[in-house]
């Protein structure tokens, strides 16, 4: 099982940046597969998949959805756990709630820390 703690919302004026962290406790951490979701308000429970950053032996993949792709970068430190997104250049429509998930045979959320870009 893992635990999941994001960590790092704000409200923010557009063109700012953020950085959000994703602290993991529990199993394993580097043979996860992570990823990032945002649920914007008003949208039915459906969380989008952002970003997502997958450990396959040697090999490391990484997926940007074309709404944040050039301006948010997704990382890992597995020596301490925690998964980071970088987001920069923040618009308005990235106004959301934002989980991280832990993807394995079973999929672990944390609770989702809010984002808030607005003048």
């Known amino acids: 099982q893992v635990q999941l703690v994001e960590s790092g919302g704000d409200l923010v004026q557009p063109g700012g940046s953020l950085r959000l962290s994703c602290v993991a406790s529990g199993n394993d951490f580097s043979t996860y597969d992570m990823a990032w979701y945002r649920q914007a308000p008003g949208e039915q429970r459906e969380l989008r998949e952002l970003?997502?950053?997958?450990?396959?032996?040697?090999?490391?993949?990484?997926y940007y959805a074309d709404s944040v792709k050039g301006r948010f970068t997704i990382s890992r430190d597995n020596a301490k756990s925690t998964l980071y997104l970088q987001m920069n250049n923040l618009k308005p429509e990235d106004t959301a709630v934002y989980y991280c998930a832990a993807r394995g045979s079973t999929t672990y959320w944390g609770q989702g820390t809010q984002v808030t870009v607005s003048s």
């Open positions: 970003v997502a950053h997958m450990a396959s032996g040697v090999n490391t993949y990484t």
